[in-house]
Nanobody, 121 residues
Framework: QVHLVESGGDLVQAGGSLRLSCAAS????????MGWFRQAPGKKREFVGA???????IYADSVKGRFTISRDNAQNTVSLQMNSLKPEDTAVYYC???????????????WGLGTQVTVSS
């Protein structure tokens, strides 16, 4: 059983940056595809991006060029660096672990509880 905990959420002004972290216990993150999702009030949970076992990454078009996912194998953490934040990036952000590469939430087996990111205009 992999236990995931996100941290780093905060209130930030538009144009600012935040770095979210996802720490794991009970499993090695490099053994999974690690995804980041977000959910705004009243909206479905949406794919933000993911890092594959080999370290390559994929991103949603809405965040491409602004967000970067990385993994620290020694610390067993995955990070989401968010730059040039926009008010529409406001959401609860979740990290999740999957056996295979998916861009839909249903493909992910393990989830954290999320961290709130609020971007003010």
């Amino acid at each position: 059983q992999v236990h995931l905990v996100e941290s780093g959420g905060d209130l930030v002004q538009a144009g600012g940056s935040l770095r979210l972290s996802c720490a794991a216990s009970g499993g090695t993150l490099s053994s999974y595809v690690m995804g980041w999702f977000r959910q705004a009030p009243g909206k479905k949970r949406e794919f933000v991006g993911a890092i594959r076992r080999i370290g390559s990454t994929i991103y949603a078009d809405s965040v491409k060029g602004r967000f970067t996912i990385s993994r620290d194998n020694a610390q067993n953490t995955v990070s989401l660096q968010m730059n040039s934040l926009k008010p529409e990036d406001t959401a609860v952000y979740y990290c999740a672990a999957a056996e295979l590469e998916f861009t839909t939430p249903s493909g992910y087996r393990y989830w954290g509880l999320g961290t709130q990111v609020t971007v003010s205009s």
